[in-house]
Structures are given as structure tokens and as C-alpha cells.
């Protein structure tokens, strides 16, 4: 299999954005021993992608040049490294790759065992694809930080969360929907009866006046925000958190892990939380077994083949997907 060539999408440098990208034929890579190869199915972007293109984790992320970008990969294996336990060749698969190497933008890659779990017939390549990072970086802002019980046995919580259209949001809603919570939700006029269809409770329109004070209509004060965009500040989200409320900020720019260094020094009780995944195999099967038990679901903004891997590129650079942005081998 290792002299086998496959085609591949990949960048060279920082930079350069949707025309960065080159199509090319690469030598089909060889799993590890404790390692899997996968015959890629399809693969879901996220914004961290196109960022570490960008060069925002420079110089850490990529390790090296050339880097094929991608990490949330629904495949079936094809190929076990010697120590690998739970998986054989045909089975299905989701994986998480590490966003060190990627590797998902092509027709094989190779997968650590640890963050693979199996994907039921039930749900769908691409369904199942959205869900590694957007998912898991949902479910652990609502459980771990937000302190959620997706079982609804907790004590009812308000949630705000922006941004409920995108990958990561629409995920945030229908879980916190799951764990008997009032859901604040804020998006673009476009979204509202999707962003209503996941089960937010009250919507605002994000461009309006009324929706940039983020208040709720029915006057409730927020336990948490699950913050899925950027540009807000403190003084917007403040007056409207009860007196323990917290902002889960996934995108924390200076200014918020300024207001995050100040919130822990002063022992205030409203807190700003800066979110950093980690992702866990035993929450991606339990999203993977919601979404097969018809609780949970991908919304998929658009498919495109790798031939035109780019041009999914540019719509996640462009900011305005409605759910998960696909890329089918
Ligand atoms: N910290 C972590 O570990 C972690 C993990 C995952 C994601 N993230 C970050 O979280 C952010 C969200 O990720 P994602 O995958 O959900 O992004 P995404 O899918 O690209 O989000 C796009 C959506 O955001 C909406 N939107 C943009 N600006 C908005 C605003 N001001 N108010 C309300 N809605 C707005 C857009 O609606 P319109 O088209 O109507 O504008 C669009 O539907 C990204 O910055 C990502 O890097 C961080």
C-alpha cells in the first residue's frame, strides 16, 4: 500500500488563503503500529483549519511543510498497525486526527486508534464527520464548564449562545436542549426558524440593536454563555450574566484573556472561561449514539468534492456557514 500514490489537497507555506491550496499525488501514508489507515469518506472543516494556515499558531501548528489540512474524517479502515485492538479492516469509522500533522484532505489517511470510534450504519459519512471538534468543543463547554447534565437532571440553567448557526452552535443548542435548559440563541435574520428548529427557546438577530445588547426577551439573566464568535466585549455580556454567570469563550482574543486574568485576580464572581478542546473518544460515542438515536443532528451547510476542496475552503474563511462544511473524497 506504501508505494501506492493517492490524491491529496495541501499547503507549502503560511498564507495564501483558498488559492494556498494544491491538488497533488502523494504516496498513500503507512499506519503505525498503533495506528489505522483509513480510506476517507468524508472530512468536515472547522475555522482552526484555515487559522493555522493563516499562520495563528505559528510557529507551533503545522509541525512541517507540506501540511494537508484536515482532522474530523469518517473513513473505513483499511489497513491496523500490529497493536492495534479494537479495529479491523472494513470497519466504519469516525476519528479526530491531530491537528499537528492533519491529513484529512485526501483519499487516505492514517488515524491514532485512541480518538476512532465506530460509526453505526445509522448515521450518515458526512453527519457523522461534523461532529469530532464542533461537537466535542460543544458538549465540553456545556458539561465540563457550563456544568450541564445532559441527562436533564440538573437544576435548570439560561444559556446564551451566540453564533447558534455554525458548526460549533447549532451542536451547543441541541445538547443544551438536551439537558433541560432555557436557550438564548443569537444568529444571523437567514437562520432564525433553523436556529428555532434546533430548539432554542428565544432567538435574536445578532445585526439588529435589540440583538447586539444580547438581552434576553423573556428577561432572563444567563448561567452560562457559550460564546461561538468573536468581537464581543465584557461590557456587552456583564449586565445581562447572573451574579455567577460565565462566558465560555472559544475564540479568546487579548482583550478577553485580559478581562479572564483580571475576573481571577479580583475573585469575581462573573468569570470569563477561556475553552481549549480536549477531546475525549468516550464523548464522541456518545454524541455518535445520539445522532443514531435521532437526538442529535448534522446540520450540513454544503458538500464538496476534493477536486474542489478549495472552494469549501473559502466558504469557511468566509465566516457564514449554516452548520458543517463537508469535503467528500
Ligand atoms: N477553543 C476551541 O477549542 C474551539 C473549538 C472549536 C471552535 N472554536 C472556534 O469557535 C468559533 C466558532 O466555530 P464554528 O465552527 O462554529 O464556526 P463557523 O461554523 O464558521 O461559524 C459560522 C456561523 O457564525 C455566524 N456568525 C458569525 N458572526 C456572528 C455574530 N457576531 N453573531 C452571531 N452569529 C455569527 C454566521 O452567521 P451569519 O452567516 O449570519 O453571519 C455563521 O452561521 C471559531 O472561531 C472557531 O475557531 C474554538
Not at 475555522?47 to 501548528?61: A, E, H, S, T
Amino acid at each position: 500500500m506504501a508505494s501506492k500514490l493517492m490524491h491529496a489537497v495541501q499547503y507549502d507555506s503560511y498564507g495564501g488563503g483558498a488559492s494556498g491550496l494544491k491538488h497533488v499525488e502523494v504516496p498513500v501514508p503507512s499506519p503505525k503500529t498503533n495506528e489505522i489507515l483509513l480510506k476517507v469518506e468524508a472530512v468536515s472543516l472547522n475555522p482552526i483549519d484555515w487559522k493555522i494556515q493563516k499562520g495563528v499558531l505559528r510557529p507551533f501548528l503545522p509541525r512541517k511543510f507540506p501540511h494537508i489540512p484536515g482532522t474530523d474524517l469518517a473513513g473505513e479502515i483499511v489497513g491496523v498497525g500490529a497493536e492495534v485492538k479494537n479495529f479491523k479492516a472494513g470497519d466504519k469509522v469516525i476519528t479526530k486526527l491531530n491537528h499537528d500533522y492533519g491529513g484529512g484532505l485526501a483519499e487516505f489517511a492514517v488515524a491514532s486508534e485512541t480518538l476512532t470510534v465506530p460509526r453505526p450504519t445509522e448515521v450518515s459519512a458526512a453527519e457523522g464527520s461534523g461532529l469530532p471538534v464542533a461537537g466535542l468543543t460543544a458538549h465540553q463547554a456545556l458539561t465540563e464548564t457550563a456544568g450541564v447534565k445532559l441527562d436533564g437532571s440538573g437544576l435548570q440553567k439560561n444559556i446564551l449562545i451566540t453564533a447558534a448557526s455554525g458548526g460549533v452552535g447549532q451542536y451547543a443548542v441541541q445538547l443544551a436542549k438536551l439537558g433541560n435548559t432555557h436557550v438564548t440563541a443569537t444568529c444571523g435574520a437567514r437562520n432564525i426558524d433553523f436556529v428555532k428548529s434546533l430548539g432554542a427557546d428565544e432567538v435574536l438577530d445578532y445585526k439588529t440593536p435589540d440583538g447586539a445588547t444580547l438581552k434576553s426577551p423573556s428577561g432572563k439573566k444567563y448561567d452560562a454563555v457559550i460564546h461561538c464568535t468573536s468581537g464581543i466585549p465584557w461590557s456587552t455580556f456583564e449586565p445581562n450574566l447572573t451574579a455567577n454567570g460565565k462566558v465560555i469563550d472559544l475564540t479568546p482574543g487579548p482583550s478577553a484573556l485580559i478581562t479572564y486574568a483580571l475576573k481571577k485576580l479580583t475573585f469575581s464572581k462573573k468569570q470569563l472561561v477561556p475553552l481549549l478542546l480536549t477531546a475525549k473518544s468516550e464523548n464522541l460515542d456518545y454524541l455518535i449514539k445520539l445522532v443514531k438515536d435521532g437526538r442529535l443532528k448534522t446540520h450540513i451547510d454544503s458538500k464538496h468534492p476534493l477536486s474542489k476542496a478549495e472552494d469549501a475552503w473559502a466558504k469557511s474563511i468566509d465566516g457564514h456557514a449554516t452548520g458543517k462544511i463537508i469535503v467528500e473524497p
